[in-house]
């Protein structure tokens, strides 16, 4: 096809989506594409429109089980220097979607600014973390509450600048599905160096004492319920270490789904399935996915 010869960014053919997710599980997507910059996004989603492709938007592949079978959709990475831009002044930073979070807090924290240290620890990208407004596990608070401005494409590739009236957030919801985002304007708050420090540590040990990340995973599988989290209801279902092919949930944190070794999409979420029935009978609870499953 001829628009491909006209990107400037990275493009692969039959890419296994398994070395994209944390997860380690998907089959092939019909095109895998890392565009150069915001034209070749541009271009990118005028071209695969002309030939009636859908496409996804990847970031760092924390939160989402793709299928085994093959896809025919193309998948769009923002993983080019371009959207990993960081820029700050005063108590703001502007953060392209493709930064990691990691670096984020890090840069933010040099500088002496926090605000942001319960995101510590979430292995995601700033375009994922506001698409699902990610933050500390059983709280409702998210990375929504620092956001100022964010910077989209619309499914048309027009650029435009949605302000803090224009956006929603809810408990790891938006209402940012049906864009691209392309960066973010975030409010911070000037704060000694040492305190921020101790905050980031205490939310690090937390992170690490309570979840598991001895093996693949997509983090938190279900939205925890306003009864009690997610998890403890699980855990009381006596399903901690119940296991279905190469997926088990885990050991040391119930709302954990783990990978094995070459555990499939399908078994995953004949787990899922299981954990919700179960939850469902003994409680009246009905959970809710927090990964998101590409069909």
Same mark, same amino acid.
């Given at each position: ?7 400037? /960014?990275?493009?692969? +053919? ?11 599980? /998907?089959?092939? +997507? ?8 915001? *034209? ?20 760092? %592949? ?27 002044? %005063? ?5 392209? *979607?493709g930064v990691l979070l990691n670096k984020l807090i890090l840069s933010a924290a040099k500088r002496g600014l ?12 700033? %375009? /994922? *973390?506001?698409?699902?407004? *990610? ?6 608070? /998210? ?39 392309? &960066? ?15 905050? =980031? ?8 004492? &309570?979840?598991?990340?001895? =093996? ?37 944190h119930a709302n954990f789904i783990v990978n094995c070794g070459n555990a499939k999409s399908a078994e995953v979420?004949r787990l899922m399935r299981l954990v919700k029935n179960s939850v469902k009978r003994k409680f009246k609870v %009905? ?9």
């Open positions: 096809m001829n628009w491909q010869k006209n990107l400037k /960014g990275k493009l692969r +053919c039959n890419e296994p989506l398994k070395f994209h997710t944390t997860f380690k599980i /998907g089959g092939p +997507c019909r095109y895998f594409i890392e565009p150069k910059d915001l *034209a070749d996004l541009k271009l990118l989603i005028s071209s695969l429109k002309s030939y009636n492709i859908a496409f996804r938007i990847l970031g760092a %592949g924390s939160n989402i089980l793709p299928k085994d079978q093959a896809s025919n959709k193309a998948v769009i990475c923002l993983n080019s220097s371009y959207f990993k831009k960081l820029s700050f002044s %005063g108590n703001s930073v502007r953060a392209g *979607a926090g605000g942001h240290e319960f995101l510590a620890g979430i292995p995601g990208t700033v %375009g /994922g *973390a506001i698409a699902m407004n *990610a933050g500390k596990s059983h709280e409702s608070r /998210g990375i929504g509450g620092l956001v100022i401005y964010v910077e989209v494409l619309d499914n048309c590739g027009n650029l435009k600048r949605l302000k803090r009236n224009d956006l929603k957030f809810g408990y790891r919801s938006s209402n940012l599905g049906k864009f691209i985002i392309l &960066s973010a304007g975030l409010k911070l708050k000037k704060e000694k160096r040492q305190d921020i420090s101790g905050k =980031l540590k205490d939310y690090m040990d937390f992170r690490r004492i &309570s979840q598991d990340y001895s =093996l693949p995973s997509a983090g938190c599988v279900f939205k925890n319920p306003p009864s009690q989290p997610a998890g403890k209801l699980i855990d009381l279902c006596g399903l901690k270490g119940k296991k279905i092919g190469g997926a088990s949930v885990s050991k040391k979420l %009905g959970l809710e996915p927090e990964i998101r499953i590409w069909r």
